[in-house]
């Protein structure tokens, strides 16, 4: 997290952070520009970027897509949806005007080769007239069948290497980074055909929120935690991604992805990576991204009888979240009635290294279950020796230290205190720090964060090519059992906090799965 050394401090924008940097003079090119994670997520954090100050003068937006538009089409569509999105207000609507006269479009196929060579000339005339210096930063934010053809499109055109020592070519890649590891491979093969892996920034924007990058302040930045964060106080780890959503209007895409691969090979696994990996030396890209690859590279491969036993796979049915009646998975748009697709994953892992040998992890995920809630838990050994009469404990359950990712972002203590009175009775409590009462500075959103992050040349929080490898050797023996159907799909209803499976893996060894 190394700061932009080419920038100066903002002292005069309110909503700039003192440590923040603008972003350096560059094109931002968005491939996908007419798509839903444009509007949804890179032009309101673009917005935001330019409302507090951190775009330079020198900056322009290219968007590239099928559907025809002018250069005015394409600034008005992104204004109505910015304005939409709740942007807006007098200063970021002049800041906005001043800044998107900047934007262009080409229209075109990626397959099309006069497509890149209306984007070269495009280009070119951006580092002309608006001083953009001959930066680039390429957004893949297209259906991943387009993404060799983009990369291939970019370095047959020559864009896919720096023009100068003092410019740069970088490359935003969306997730999914290949829908196994074959496919991820394959793809690493296209991308460093053109591009350096320096150039490559791999986007997962779990790694973008405040509170998973808190993991790291936490565990680093205390001398409290650490000494105990390992397998002497530590029994076990639970890791849950919860979703009271259920696929939306993305049934198509999530037949093909399911929970295993949408959220367990990158958001569950980059989380892990960060509560399990050891202290880094250096606080930048290698430092940390050289930690989480041996982090992961100790979590245990399961073979074809693990995954029988130690995995979970269900799909929720018709039920009830948050007062109202939904559809199960099968009868949602763009699915199939017969779909075996998984919406909820629950796993039981092993990390084989010294400070977590013996501690067992355990990972689940869904959708439509009761809230949305990501945390981590960390459930410590109980006492070895209790000296107080059976009477005097009222519901003690050994201490616990929650990481909560989101909602309510912040740390929770669980521990046992005497109960108010002349009588000497012991219960679990709760110490909870909130983020949004500790501090008055304002959130950025996590697309906004890893786009100046990718600007500013930071690829801290963006993950590495040996990084999407490891996560899935994890997952793919998952896969082929699924697919050689070695494995039952379970059934949960909607709004219930998963099927019976998953609470007898835990059962199995003597624990259960707490309710956040
Ligand atoms: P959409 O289907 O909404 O948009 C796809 C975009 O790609 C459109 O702008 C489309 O242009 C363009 N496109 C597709 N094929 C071509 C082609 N052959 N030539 C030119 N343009 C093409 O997808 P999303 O925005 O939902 O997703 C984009 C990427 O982001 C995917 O990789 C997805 O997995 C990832 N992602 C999306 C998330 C989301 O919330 N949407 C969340 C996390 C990741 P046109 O329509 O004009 O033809
Ligand atoms: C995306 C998945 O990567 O993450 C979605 O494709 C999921 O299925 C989303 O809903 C969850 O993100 P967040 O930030 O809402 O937890």
Known sequence: MSSNPTAAADDVNPLADPEDRPAPPAVFVIFGASGDLTSRKLMPAIERLAVRRLLPPGFAVVGVARTEMTDDDFRERMRELVE?????????????????????????????????????????????????AENRLFYLATPPSTFPTVINGLKDRGLSRSSSENAFSRIVIEKPYGHDLQSALELDRVVHEAFDENQVYRIDHYLGKETVQNVLALRFANATYE??????????????????????????????????????????????AMTLMEPPVTFDADGIRDEKVKALKAVE????????TQVVRAQY??????GEEVAGYRDEEGVDPHSTTETYVAMKLKVDNWRWAGVPVYVRTGKRLPKRVTEVALQFHKV??????????????????????????????RFGAKIPGQAFRIRSVSM?????????EETPDAYERLLLDALSGDATLFIRSDEVQRAWRIVDPLLQAWEN???????????TWGPREADELLEADGRRWRRP
């Not at 709740?86 to 397959?111: I, L, M, Q």
């Not at 909870?432 to 008055?440: I, K, R, S, T, V």
């Open 317 to 322: 049915t018709r039920g009830w979240v948050g």
């Open 301 to 308: 491969i399961l073979d074809a009888e693990k995954v029988k």
């Open 84 to 132: 939409k999105g709740g942007g807006g207000g007098p200063e970021a609507r002049h800041v906005w005007d001043s800044f998107v006269g900047a934007f262009r479009y080409v229209a075109g196929d990626y397959d099309d080769a006069a497509t890149f060579d209306r984007l070269k000339e495009v280009l070119d005339e951006l580092d002309r007239e608006r001083g953009t």
């Open 485 to 495: 159907d070695d494995v039952p799909v379970a059934k949960y209803e909607a709004g």
């Open 227 to 272: 000494p105990i964060w390992n397998r002497r106080y530590v029994d076990h780890i639970q890791v849950t991604v919860a979703e009271s959503l259920g696929v939306e209007h993305r049934g198509s895409f999530y037949e093909q992805a399911g929970a295993l691969r949408d959220i367990v090979q990158n958001h569950v696994m980059q989380v892990l």
């Open 432 to 440: 909870d720090f909130f983020y949004g009462a500790a501090f008055l």
């Open 384 to 413: 070895p020796h209790l000296p107080f009469h059976l009477k005097q404990v009222e519901d003690l359950e050994a201490d616990s230290l929650v990481l909560r990712i989101q909602p309510d972002e912040g740390i929770s203590f």
